[in-house]
Nanobody, 115 residues
């Protein structure tokens, strides 16, 4: 059974930083099919950034230059470094892993940016 568990969310002031972690457990790990998404209250879930099968990373325009995705294959872990956080970054952040025709999601971690 595959499980994704996010951690690292919390309350941070505007301009601050947080690092989210997504740990994958189970027999399947596909770093090239992983990504971060977020969902703000009353809004649809949106892509923050993802890793292509070729290994390149794409980011939403709203986070380019502020957020960075990285990972550790040996630890089956993906990170989201978030800098220069803004109130509009407030959302529940989810990690996702795609493998063949399946998608696996974590339970989400809340990020709140407020003074």
């Amino acid at each position: 059974q595959v499980q994704l568990v996010e951690s690292g969310g919390g309350l941070v002031q505007p301009g601050g930083s947080l690092r989210l972690t997504c740990v994958v457990s189970g027999s399947i790990f596909s770093f090239g099919g992983m990504g971060w998404y977020r969902q703000a209250p009353g809004k649809q879930r949106e892509l923050v950034g993802n890793i292509t099968p070729g290994g390149s990373v794409n980011y939403a325009d709203s986070v380019k230059g502020r957020f960075a995705i990285s990972g550790d294959n040996a630890k089956k872990t993906m990170y989201l470094q978030m800098n220069s956080l803004k109130p509009e970054d407030t959302a529940v952040y989810y990690c996702k892993m795609s493998h063949l025709q399946y998608e696996y999601w974590g339970q989400g971690t809340q990020v709140t940016v407020s003074s």
